[in-house]
């Protein structure tokens, strides 16, 4: 059975001039950094992502805005709606995510464990659940 996700709570130093939050990789990052993206300038609407990794971990966090991500483990489906950037949603490898419910101006922030491999990816969802272990949904998937 593979890992399944969860919130990590990031620290948070208040300041009246601002508060300031921060990850490092030996305190807050359950894996080594090898790349960093960003999702942004979402048209309402619009879904991203709809995948899921053989090997690559990721950290999600909502740095601007909010958005939900929908997790597919194999068997079940989790909702994680992020919309403060003091949390992160951390992905093993093998769940499939999506992203929806983009609020404008949201700002999706990634780390991942790898560098960028489209071979990583796993597009379909009835060969995600293949290797994930659990039969094909009867109804389909809509993600
Ligand atoms: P993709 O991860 O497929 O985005 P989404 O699942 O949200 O549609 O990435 C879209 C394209 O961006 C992909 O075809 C290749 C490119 N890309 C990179 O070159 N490097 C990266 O680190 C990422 C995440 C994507």
Redesign the pocket.
């Known amino acids: 059975m593979h890992a399944l996700p969860y919130l990590i709570d990031l620290p948070k130093i208040l300041d009246d001039r601002g508060n300031l939050s921060f990850l490092q990789e030996s305190d807050q990052i359950p894996f080594e950094v090898k790349?960093a993206?960003w999702?942004y300038d979402v048209p309402g609407g619009e879904v991203?992502?709809?995948?899921a990794f053989y090997r690559s971990h990721e950290l999600i966090i909502a740095l601007s805005g909010s958005f939900d991500v929908v997790v597919h483990d194999g068997s079940e489906e989790h909702v994680f709606s992020l919309k403060r950037s003091y949390y992160a949603l951390y992905l093993p490898p093998m769940n499939w995510r999506t992203?929806r419910d983009f609020s404008t101006n949201s700002l999706a922030f990634?780390v991942?464990s790898t560098e960028?491999h489209?071979s990583d990816?796993i597009r379909s969802f009835e060969t995600f659940q293949m290797a994930a272990g659990s039969p094909p949904c009867p109804n389909g998937h809509s993600s």
Request: glycine letters at 8%; charged letters at 25%; hydrophobic letters at 30%.
């Open positions: 790349r993206y999702i991203r992502g709809s995948h992203l990634v991942a960028y489209e990816y």
